[in-house]
């Protein structure tokens, strides 16, 4: 029988991260995949080069690639530079990958990546979210409970 999953990943060096998707988006399952990069690629992550902002994942001929994810050219590198925006595959077990594209056809899901980091072995890895796009009151919503968290903090602080 399989080792279940943690519910966080081993997180030792993030690199890029995806704010904006928590905003957008209510996260219902996150994943942990590996990343295909380019010897140029790495280095250019290693020195906390990427962005993730504008990026996502589709899983297309039963494989997920990251699209639009910017890991802009390596400083030293040579004529064997890598392309920034070029489509990465993703790295995951064939029963996830089924379970990603079953729920984005048929429940209208999205594949957001909520971060880019290196875990404690040094692989670069993705933090993918299967997410569903909030409504403008959802999102006014969550405006309205950050805002009280704070206020709440700041009243316990003073009082205490």
């Known amino acids: 029988m399989a080792r279940p999953k943690p519910e966080t990943f081993d997180k030792h ?5 995806n704010r904006r998707a928590r905003f957008d988006y209510q996260i219902e399952e996150k994943f942990e995949a590996g ?3 380019q010897g140029t690629e790495v280095k250019a992550l290693r020195a906390g080069e990427a962005s993730i ?6 899983v297309r001929d039963g494989e997920v690639w990251l699209i639009n994810a910017n890991i802009p050219e390596y400083s030293h590198g040579n004529r064997l530079n890598h392309e920034p925006r070029r489509p990465r595959k993703l790295l995951l077990h064939g029963r996830e990958i089924n379970k990603l594209f079953g729920a984005v056809e048929r429940k209208g899901m999205t594949l957001v990546p909520l971060s880019v980091y290196f875990n404690k072995t040094g692989r670069a890895k993705v933090e993918l979210a299967l997410a569903k796009g909030k409504q403008a009151h959802d999102k006014r919503a969550s405006i309205k409970e950050r805002d009280w968290k704070r206020d709440k903090a700041r009243i316990m602080r003073d009082r205490a």
Not at 13 to 17: I, L, P, R
């Open 53 to 58: 902002a504008e990026s996502y994942a589709e």
């Open 35 to 37: 990343l295909a990069l």
């Open 13 to 17: 060096k993030t690199v890029a991260e």
